[in-house]
């Protein structure tokens, strides 16, 4: 048994790929105090950006980076990681009432120049969250299959331009990873998941947190903007560089994002994932 999964969880994570259902890890208040940041960090971002643009922030925004280093998080990330384990990524997502925004099929991992695969993504629920306004839906064991053939689309209502193609995955088995306010999931990096657009007229709002194994080494000619934070054990391997904690409670991060699907074809072909 780890610090907070019992074995029977950890079971279930190796063998789906996912795992919700925990306590919430923040209380009503606390939600409330959460929701009430988010609104501070919106206000810092300039005319015809959106929330997705509030990425990584956890570098220059201490609210935001005390969320994503709760110790009660980090226990459930060991259980899954193992003891020596780093932060890197954080982002928002946010769909608001009648939102015709869709988050294609997808795994993160083709999305992150990270090797090798062991990173695992936090989803903390910011209100209630559920079938009607758009959870997150995620294709179970699809984990174990590799990294499966994405293409670039920009006809498309996703958020993303790189979606997994057809017929690698069975959509019939989806299944929605619906969360109370102040509780979370947390899924594989290889993980199938995507999300439907919110018909609903209650706003869906989530943030994203990343973590890898001290062993994973992001690619610096892809991303050379990346920064890890150790939450837990020891970086022996100190492959990457190395964060500053923020004091500013809220403070906007000025640099640029760079995945494989903003640094384009070219790195898609220098990490191994196309001809």
Not at 54 to 83: A, K, M, Q
Not at 174 to 192: E, M, P, Q, R, T
Not at 197 to 210: D, P, Q
């Amino acid at each position: 048994m780890g610090k907070r999964l019992t074995e029977d969880q950890q079971r279930f994570y190796a063998t789906n790929g996912y795992i919700l259902g925990m306590p919430p890890v923040f209380a009503p208040q606390q939600v409330s105090e959460l929701n009430e940041g988010t609104d501070e960090l919106m206000k810092l971002l300039r005319p015809g950006e959106d929330s997705k643009e509030i990425r990584e922030w956890h570098e220059s925004s201490r609210f935001l980076y005390d969320v994503c280093t709760n110790p009660v998080i980090l226990d459930y990330i060991e259980d899954i990681l193992g003891p020596d384990f780093y932060l890197w990524g954080s982002n928002f997502f946010i769909k608001p009432p009648r939102s015709n925004s869709t988050v294609g099929w997808h795994q993160d991992t083709y999305y992150w120049p990270l090797d090798p695969k062991i990173s695992a993504t936090v989803w903390l629920a910011l209100e209630d969250v559920d079938e009607q306004n758009a959870a997150m839906r995620v294709i179970p064991g699809s984990h174990k299959v590799g990294l499966l053939k994405h293409s670039r689309s920009s006809s498309t209502d996703s958020v993303l331009t790189l979606e997994c193609e057809g017929g690698q995955y069975r959509e019939d088995l989806a299944v929605s990873l619906n969360v109370k306010a102040g509780a979370f999931s947390i899924h594989d990096d290889k993980l199938v998941h995507g999300s439907p657009a919110n018909n609903s007229e209650r706003r869906r709002a989530g943030l994203t947190i990343r973590y890898s194994s001290t062993i994973v080494k992001c690619d610096l000619s892809v991303n050379p903007y990346f920064k890890t934070y150790l939450c837990r054990g020891v970086d022996t391997y100190k492959h990457n560089p190395v964060g500053v904690v923020p004091t500013q409670k809220f403070g906007r991060l000025e640099r640029k994002h760079i995945s494989v699907e903003e640094a384009g074809v070219e790195a898609e072909k220098k990490l191994g994932l196309v001809k």
